[in-house]
């Protein structure tokens, strides 16, 4: 164990170390400048206020330039002597004062656990701070976007899912994962990915496939498709989580490696693309560091029931609320006016059926890593 | 990638190999005898029987002795000339068809996957052979118990779900696993994880720290528990999977290794728990395979509200649902004469609340690590 410790202390006095501490000043000092500004205006016998910038669809932007959704600029006030508001200036506070905890120890907390910490019963009442965690998680969004610091700069993490095997090496908190030798299971993604965090170390990988399930990411990693086709392949165990967004966009950013979603044909597949590419409404403050304008659709697409000559057996019928959300997706600004993506879902809507990655089976157990995937590469039939 | 192929053949050429190929051949022959004696009795003019032991409540024996769930001799007959039976007779028979394919390809396939590859219209009709999955699914469970092999034997996997660090080094198909060094993500449990598929290569570890969800495994992890402590961290993301179950198993059974259970303080934490020990009345047929008599519980316990000195904030009060399958609990067979296990959810009704592990939270961001497991190992101080 000694020398494991020797490693630790080595890998803590790398500049990576100087990194971490930077950022982590930067967020004490953000969230100082907060309190401070509170402590003035009470002392000057005014009315202590946060103000937080709206996450809401009508404070999102769609900017077709960069292809992303961004923030607007509208802000809502949180006075303290306002009984609609009090008690979001209390949690707001005591969750900025556990962040503040966090980073002195130097630890990261769940979401859940954040919300424990603040969670109390007031003294001398029966009231309690927070009820539920769902209190709780738009207050942490709301000091994201009140500081300028995102969740992981407040160490707070998520849920961990999905995985990672291919042609990359990658450091995790010193540690060199080679994720050529990750068997059958896989390197587990981390809640929290930030390049203080993870590093990428040797890549000859030439793109990312992105998978929706993990049972999909099992038959590519069995097949060795990212060995064969020199890539890497991750899994988000369907919508993917932060954690897993943010390592995609960095191995595109960083690495100029193109990012190649196989999603099912249905509106909860391209809902997933949709957020992959140009990032959500509620995270519209993140879009720069989590969406991937040039990611790539590649399929399960509404001519392969045809052009793969499937059976009807594969067909799943759409409901209502298929339809419904078929249409409002199309209607996004960035699908409203891409000819593909109109066609795409309205062959779809045609077909009146929706599939999965998984219906491929039907024609061969490996047809989706042997034929589909391969013909589909090469032709660069994909959307985007 | 030459030298990765080289590699590939190098693992291929192991004895390991002729296991699997001796596993498979074995299976092979038990859905040949299968499909022989339909056959001899169709063309003797006798009615194809295919006879399925039976997975439910009445067909379930506690064994006692060996501390596990066993499935009876019970068995029921599914005539291919009935019309209750038809269907069900034709499923199976696909099934062991595509089960046939995968062991000769040597691929595995999803639950999912199955279905599908089985699912289509029957010509001439308009009857498909499969609706739903929830068909196929409970069919896959009856080959296995009437081939008498298990679902990882018949190549079908399930999700893979949680993960792995510690003091072990694995092999998982052919690639050396350090769990020492897998950064803050781990290793990323499979669904199959048989020995021909998994092997433990170099364990200091004395122990198995098992936690319900991975936010706590973060905790646990990202203060190095596994390091100061000498142990391997698992966690299964709530119920553990079959896979993650009888990994557990075997560093139990093959390393004599502990497993050390912490759960929350509710009905669904001592059911898990319940599971991991005594094994699960679906999969009574497998107990043997993967339950762990031997398992602790080691909390979150009744009397920590007040042994630790919790907050009131920590309590979720008990549902009417809760109270109920608590005394469901209570009365199974294993639990209705343990003294401990009595108290410990009386205790829990008497509270008139559930816990969570992360609720320890609220004494301090580390005193779970810190302070609550190592009180309690070095006090052996769990329930089992």
Redesign the interface.
Known sequence: ?AK?ITTKTAVVATPNAERIKKRDSATQQKILTLAMEIAKRSLAGNEPIVRIPMRTKSNTIWNKKRGILEMGDAAAERPLFDLKTAKQFMQTMLHAGTIK??IN?Q???????VF??A???VAGTKE??FDTQDESDPILEDLEVALGALREELHV?????G?MVGNIT????????DC?????????????VEPD??QFKKCEAKFVLHVEK??????FN???FW?TH?CILTHGAGQPPRGCRRLLQRLNSELNLPIICVLDNDPWGHYIYSVIKQGSISLAFESSRLAIPSAKFLGIRAKDFRECGL????KIDLTDNDIKRANEIAAYPWFEHHKGWQREIDGMLRNGFKM?V??L??KD??YVTDTYVPQRLKAKDWLE
């Open positions: 164990m494991k905890d966090l120890a630890k990261t907390s769940s979401l859940r656990g424990y910490k969670k109390h019963t309690n701070t993490f998520a849920e961990n899912r995985s990658v450091v995790d908190r010193g540690d060199e994962i050529r030798r990750m068997g059958s299971g896989g390197y587990a993604l981390p809640s929290i965090i993870i993990g049972t999909v990411w099992n038959r069995e097949d060795r060995e020199n059976d009807d057996a594969v999965e998984e219906s089976i039907t157990i490996s």
